[in-house]
C-alpha cells in the first residue's frame, strides 16, 4: 500500500508510487558493431518533492568489481525532473525566478483528473541531465503503476558523445520499480541498452 506525503501536490498523485530511495541491481548489454558491451551494475534513485508541482530525480551507478574483493567503479549519474504534461499558466512559477501570479490550478483530485488522456493515463514530461554533457527530454505517459518515455529532444555540447534518441520504461512490480533503457548511440540504431530491478530501502 502506497503512503501519501500530506503536502504532496494533488497533481503528484498520479506520479505517488515512484516517491522515495530504491537501490538494486542491473545489467548493460549494448551492442556496438560487431562488439558487445556487458556489465552488471548497482544504481541508487531517489524521486523526491519539495512542495512543488514536479518530482526532483537523481539516480548514481557503479559496476560491480571483476574480481573478488575488488572496489566497485563509479559509472555515471542523473539528475532532472518529472512532472504531468500541462500548459503552465499565470499561477506557475517561472520564467526564471518570477514568482506565480493567483491560486495555483490542479489544487484538488477532481481537476488533476481532468489531465488524463484518451488512453486513460496521464501524459508527462521528463527532463534529465548528465553530466557528460547530454540532456534529454523525454515525453511519455504514466498509467497506474508504468510508464513510458521517449526523447523528444536530446541536446549535445560539442564534446559530448554521440546520442541521439532513447526509450525509457519504468514499471512497479512485487514492490520493485523495474526499468528498462533503449538508446541511439555511437552511430548504432536505437537498441537495448540496460536494465535493473531496484527495491525501495527508504
Known amino acids: 500500500m502506497i503512503e501519501l506525503p500530506v503536502e504532496l501536490p494533488a497533481e503528484l498523485v498520479p506520479l505517488s508510487w515512484l516517491l522515495g530511495v530504491w537501490e538494486g541491481s542491473g545489467v548493460i548489454d549494448y551492442t556496438i558493431g560487431e562488439a558487445s558491451v556487458t556489465h552488471e551494475f548497482g544504481q541508487r534513485v ?9 518530482l526532483n530525480y537523481t539516480s548514481y551507478s557503479w559496476l560491480f568489481p571483476t574480481e573478488e574483493g575488488g572496489e566497485p567503479t563509479p559509472l555515471v549519474t542523473e539528475t532532472g525532473y518529472w512532472r504531468l504534461s500541462r500548459q503552465l499558466g499565470d499561477a506557475d512559477a517561472g520564467p526564471a525566478m518570477l514568482p506565480g501570479v493567483g491560486e495555483r490550478p490542479f489544487r484538488d483530485a477532481e481537476s488533476v483528473e481532468t489531465l488524463r488522456n484518451a488512453a486513460g493515463g496521464f501524459d508527462i514530461e521528463v527532463t534529465l541531465v548528465h553530466p557528460g554533457g547530454v540532456a534529454e527530454l523525454y515525453l511519455g505517459q504514466v498509467k497506474g503503476p508504468r510508464i513510458d518515455l521517449a526523447t523528444d529532444a536530446v541536446m549535445r555540447t560539442q564534446g559530448a558523445k554521440p546520442y541521439s534518441a532513447a526509450t525509457r520504461l519504468y514499471g512497479l512490480v512485487d514492490s520493485h520499480l523495474l526499468w528498462a533503457w533503449d538508446i541511439a548511440a555511437l552511430g548504432q540504431d536505437l537498441r537495448t ?10
Open 46 to 54: 531517489s524521486f523526491s518533492h519539495d512542495g512543488l508541482p514536479h
Open 193 to 202: 541498452h540496460s536494465s535493473g530491478r531496484l527495491a525501495k530501502v527508504e
